[in-house]
């Protein structure tokens, strides 16, 4: 079974309006963490936010905001004030146990495409 | 920023070569690290994890005697596709985090990438 589920392969966003990337994961594990990369053309992962299973809150870091919603398993990515520069593949992972020595594991990833 | 440095960036060679990438961790030791694979329009696939002094361990499906894994220091793994052959062609990602953080919320930083290409 899949582990993390990401189903859009592409989404749209106009400049300067929000986005939200959908993630579900599964998983037994009481500990675990979310994690959004980031993946532009040239091909680098860049980390943007982490929700670890025991946090209380949503993560935020600047643009980027994670709703978490635990009991449904979904850890969606919002982007807010979308800009070109955000057009890129984004992906959600996932890192099973309180161990920061496990790999993560992707979803597939949806392609995001920002429209001037 | 804790920094992993990939080397090379881009390799295109023959069949039948071997193929050595490196991955350093620039800041920060790492006792484990990770190596990728993706394909074209696809996700990253965990190819094996490479443990500091002892053997690397791999997934299911990949062949050991084909991606050997050194993991000689605490800040360098090494990938060697051998032999390598047209369907080896990939991008090969590394990836470590700071062993020195206990907090299991730090994030894997990976390197650049490695484009191979075998013709």
């Known amino acids: 079974a899949q582990k993390i589920t990401q189903t859009q392969p592409g989404m749209f966003v106009q400049e300067k309006e929000a986005v939200t990337l959908d993630c579900t994961y599964d998983?037994?594990?009481?500990?675990?963490?979310l994690f959004w990369y980031k993946q532009p053309s040239s091909g680098e992962m860049i980390f943007l936010i982490y929700?670890?299973?025991?946090?209380?809150q949503n993560a935020t870091e600047g643009r980027y905001s994670l709703n978490f919603q635990k009991a449904r398993k979904s850890a969606n990515l919002v982007i807010s004030a979308s800009q070109l520069g955000d057009s890129a593949m984004y992906f959600c992972?996932?890192?099973?146990?309180?161990?920061?020595?496990?790999?993560?594991?992707f979803g597939k990833g949806t392609r995001l495409s920002v429209i001037a | 920023g804790a920094v992993v440095s990939q080397h090379p960036s881009r390799v295109i060679c023959k069949s039948g070569t071997s193929v050595k990438i490196e991955c350093r961790s620039l800041d920060f030791q790492a006792t484990t690290m990770f190596w990728y694979r993706q394909f074209p329009k696809q996700s990253l696939m965990l190819m094996a994890t490479s443990n500091e002094g002892s053997k690397a361990t791999y997934e299911q499906g990949v062949e050991k005697d084909k991606f050997l894994i050194n993991h000689a220091s605490l800040t360098l793994s090494t990938l060697t596709v051998t032999s390598a052959h047209p369907e080896d062609s990939s991008f090969y990602i590394c990836?470590?985090?700071?062993?020195?953080?206990?907090?299991?919320?730090?994030?894997?930083?990976f390197g650049d990438g490695t484009r191979l290409s075998i013709l």
């Open positions: 990836s470590a985090r700071d062993s020195s953080r206990v907090n299991s919320n730090q994030p894997q930083h």
């Open positions: 992972a996932m890192r099973e146990g309180r161990s920061g020595n496990t790999p993560l594991v």
């Open positions: 998983t037994s594990d009481p500990s675990y963490g």
């Open positions: 929700q670890g299973s025991y946090d209380q």
